[in-house]
Structure formats: structure tokens, C-alpha cells
């Protein structure tokens, strides 16, 4: 399976401080893509980040991909109240099929 | 974001009921998806839709029975139930099938069996 596995499960930090999570998957993979879920909501598509990429910003995100590790991080600098939410990661195989395969997620607490 | 719009937004039914669950989609994507999200696993991703043809069936049981009538509207029909069919019930949608398309989700729908 190439399931994307996130890392911590759960994260708690202060408003203002900075938040990073771990995505680990186990097959070779096209592309990978991070997204958030607001508790009661669908998921929100944060950022793409293709197998030739390194790093990837969009706002106060970064995404580094490395693919001999297998493993992506996603990093929310100045975290703000609003973060709260459950992140994803999905990855893409790099043979056939064009599906995304989930993780479990990690549910980030930011408190004020 | 309303480019995704499924509804009801919360369903309680009987394992004998017929119900059905309807995502509506108005962002001119080609490609539809159901997936169930149940608390602690990963999201499982049930159908696709491309061009309103059915593409994945992702080893669904039969009681789950979807239908494209056009690339804007996907139906989830429920039939014969099982408490472990309780989950989030989420749509979502794609401007291709392939690869590197962002999916854009609905709220979901979330379903409880009796």
C-alpha cells in the first residue's frame, strides 16, 4: 500500500508558534498533495508538491518533499486560532493509476 | 467554499430504508468522486466519474449503488444498510480524472444507521 501515513496524530501549540507535520508514504509517487478539514467540513486543497520538487511556499505554508526518504512535512509558520483543522496528505502513484490515497491525518490545536 | 454542494447534511436511517444522498457540482470539473470517512481510518475512496462514466468501483458493496446522470450531479443510493456504514459521506470534484488535480470537497453528508 502507498498510504500515506501523518505524524504526530495529534498536535497542540500556541498561537504564533509554528506547527509541523509528517506525511511517511511507501511506494514510488507522482505527485503529492496536502489538505485541510475544519471540524463538520469537506477537505480544502492546500498545496500540490510534484515529485521533481523540493519545496514548495504558498502564504505561511511550506511543503518539502523527499523522495529517497519517502516523506513530505508540512510546515504552518505563525499559526493562527483558524488553523485548528485536521491535515492530510495524498499521494499519487507514479505508475498507473490516478488516484489519491489518504491518511489518517493530524488534528492540529492551536490555542489562543 | 459552495462549489460543492451535497445534501442532506445529516441522515438517520433504518437498515431497510431507501434513501439517497446528492452532491451537485458548479464548477464545470469533469471528474466526481464519493469517498466514506469513518472516524479513525483513512478516506476510502469509493467511485469515480469521468464524464459521467463510471471508471472505479473501488470494491463497494452492492448496496451502494451511484449514478451520473450528468457531469454536475452525482447520487449515492442506500439500500439494506449496516451500522458499520455510519461515516461522512463526502463529494468531491476535479477538473480531469488524471493527475495533479486538486479535488474540491462538499461538506458531506453524515449518515447514521439505526
Known amino acids: 500500500s502507498q498510504q500515506g501515513e501523518e505524524d504526530p496524530q495529534a498536535l497542540s501549540i500556541q498561537e504564533g508558534e509554528n506547527a509541523t507535520m509528517n506525511c511517511s508514504y511507501k511506494t514510488s509517487i507522482n505527485n503529492l498533495q496536502w489538505y485541510r478539514q475544519n471540524s463538520g467540513r469537506g477537505l480544502v486543497h492546500l498545496i500540490l508538491i510534484r515529485s521533481n520538487e523540493r519545496e514548495k511556499h504558498s502564504g505561511r505554508l511550506r511543503v518539502t518533499l523527499d523522495t529517497s526518504k519517502k516523506s513530505s512535512s508540512l510546515l504552518i509558520t505563525a499559526s493562527r486560532a483558524a488553523d485548528t483543522a485536521s491535515y492530510f496528505c495524498?499521494?499519487?502513484?507514479?505508475?498507473?493509476?490516478?488516484?489519491?490515497?489518504f491518511g489518517t491525518g493530524t488534528r492540529l490545536k492551536v490555542l489562543a | 467554499e459552495t462549489g460543492v454542494t451535497q445534501t442532506p447534511r445529516h441522515l438517520v436511517m433504518g437498515m431497510t430504508n431507501k434513501k439517497s444522498l446528492k452532491c451537485e457540482q458548479h464548477?464545470?470539473?469533469?471528474?466526481m468522486y464519493w469517498y466514506k470517512q469513518s472516524a479513525k481510518k483513512p478516506l476510502e475512496l469509493m467511485f469515480v466519474?469521468?464524464?459521467?462514466?463510471?471508471?472505479e468501483n473501488n470494491s463497494v458493496p452492492s448496496r451502494f449503488s451511484p449514478e451520473c446522470p450528468n457531469s454536475s450531479h452525482l447520487f449515492l443510493h442506500l439500500h439494506t444498510l449496516q451500522p458499520e456504514d455510519s461515516a461522512l459521506y463526502l463529494c468531491?470534484?476535479?477538473?480531469?480524472?488524471?493527475?495533479?488535480?486538486?479535488?474540491?470537497f462538499g461538506d458531506g453528508t453524515r449518515l447514521s444507521i439505526l
Open positions: 466519474y469521468s464524464l459521467e462514466e463510471r471508471v
Open positions: 468531491a470534484s476535479s477538473q480531469e480524472r488524471g493527475q495533479g488535480q486538486p479535488q474540491h
Open positions: 495524498a499521494t499519487a502513484s507514479s505508475v498507473g493509476t490516478y488516484k489519491y490515497i
Open positions: 464548477l464545470g470539473h469533469n471528474a
